[in-house]
């Protein structure tokens, strides 16, 4: 069974640009949602998609946006970067976002730093 | 809208000793409460949940929680930590099937020989 895979691992960028950070869902899960984790904070939810479709968003500006593919992997893009954009971010799979017993299984995340 | 707060932002600790990690959450809706552990440059693993039932939930790695509703706590707990212990802790809470979670600010546990 693989895990949630997150690509890049480490990422530089300059304030100002934009940013596309990869999710690959664990096999069987359609339901992917992001955090942001500043350092020494805990996971933020920015976000999460259900077969294709935004489902919850978290207080984040416009500028977050995602995507959900038919095979349930998923971007996020952060546009107009600012410094405090640098963070961790997590993606996370689940099986099905309609049970409660739905466990969450985290990737390693993407560290994105903004200089 | 649910809060968590965990009261110990670091616990250093011995080996072999017990640890106890404090979590407290607010809401006015019941919720279901969620222990993670992240490792240096990982994400983050379920160490245990509790949703319904038996107060006392038993997680991996020997890790046990118990939720106490009328202080509104949820505390992790280990009898005798070892050194591979050491990480960061998150104490988390979902208001409904599906939701977000929302997390506490971590609490580093540092287990030294």
């Known amino acids: 069974e693989t895990g949630v895979t997150q690509s890049p691992t480490h990422l530089i960028k300059t304030r100002g640009q934009q940013v596309t950070l990869r999710c690959s869902s664990q096999s069987g899960h359609n339901t992917v949602s992001w955090y942001q984790q500043a350092l020494g904070q805990g996971p933020q939810f920015i976000f999460q998609y259900y077969r294709e479709e935004e489902n919850g968003r978290g207080n984040f500006p416009p500028r977050f946006s995602g995507l959900q593919f038919p095979n349930y992997s998923s971007e996020l893009n952060v546009n107009a970067l600012e410094l405090d954009d640098s963070a961790l971010y997590l993606c996370?799979?689940?099986?099905?976002?309609?049970?409660?017993?739905?466990?969450?299984?985290f990737g390693n995340g993407t560290r994105l730093t903004v200089t | 809208a649910q809060s968590v707060t965990q009261l110990d932002s670091q616990v250093p600790v011995f080996e072999e000793a017990p640890v106890e990690l404090r979590c407290n959450y607010s809401s006015s809706v019941s919720v279901y409460l969620f222990w993670y552990v992240q490792y240096p440059n990982q994400g983050l693993q379920l160490l245990l949940k509790y949703l319904s039932g038996s107060t006392l939930v038993k997680g991996i790695n020997g890790f046990e929680a118990e939720f106490n509703k009328s202080q509104t706590s949820f505390h992790l707990r280990k009898p005798s930590v070892h050194i591979s212990d050491t990480a960061e802790y998150f104490c988390?809470?979902?208001?409904?099937?599906?939701?977000?979670?929302?997390f506490g600010q971590g609490t580093e546990l540092s287990v030294k020989p």
């Open positions: 988390a809470v979902r208001r409904n099937q599906g939701g977000k979670l929302i």
């Open positions: 996370a799979s689940s099986p099905d976002t309609s049970s409660y017993n739905s466990p969450l299984h």
